[in-house]
């Protein structure tokens, strides 16, 4: 699976979206270590709290699913649907790809307007809290 596939499934992703309160609809793509692609986008809630990011829900459905490992997510968002500048994951999501995700190995794929920017997570979540940071002696 190449990039340019990948973040078009997110864009394609975005038009599930929910949000009838902020109108940004997101959507993402995630790819998994056995090749499958599990999308998701963003669902709101009138209470706010309860909001899912697009990048919580493509995780979720994969790791309800039995996939543990991911190679790649794509990501894509803007206001009223159109893709304008990158829309990086919040915390939260960073987090939870840290759970499932080695950070030097796993990419993350920004959509915009022009087409795309790739990071590893080590660099959006440096000094990142895995699985590891819990194993006896540290």
Same mark, same amino acid.
């Given at each position: 699976?190449?990039? @340019? ?16 309160? %902020?109108?940004? #609809?997101?959507?993402? &793509? $995630?790819?998994?270590? %056995?090749? #499958? ?7 709101? @809630? &009138? &209470?706010?709290?309860?909001? +899912? +990011? ?18 790649? =997510?794509? =990501? ?7 893709? @304008?500048?990158?829309?990086? /994951? ?17 990419? =993350?794929?920004?959509? +915009? !307007?022009?087409?795309? !920017?790739?990071? #590893? $997570?080590? &660099?959006?979540? /440096? ?12």
């Amino acid at each position: 699976m190449n990039s @340019n596939d990948l973040a078009e499934k997110a864009i394609e992703a975005m038009s599930m979206s929910y949000s009838p309160y %902020s109108k940004v #609809k997101v959507g993402a &793509a $995630l790819f998994t270590g %056995s090749g #499958k692609i599990y999308t998701g986008c963003n669902i709101e @809630n &009138a &209470a706010y709290s309860p909001t +899912c +990011c697009a990048e919580r829900t493509a995780f979720f459905k994969a790791v309800s699913e039995g996939e543990r490992e991911f190679k790649a =997510i794509a =990501i894509a968002g803007g206001k009223d649907g159109i893709v @304008n500048e990158v829309f990086p /994951p919040c915390g939260v999501c960073r987090q939870v790809m840290a759970e499932f995700c080695l950070p030097d190995d796993f990419n =993350i794929i920004l959509v +915009c !307007r022009d087409g795309y !920017r790739e990071y #590893k $997570l080590s &660099a959006l979540l /440096p000094l990142g809290f895995g699985p590891e940071s819990l194993q006896e002696g540290k």
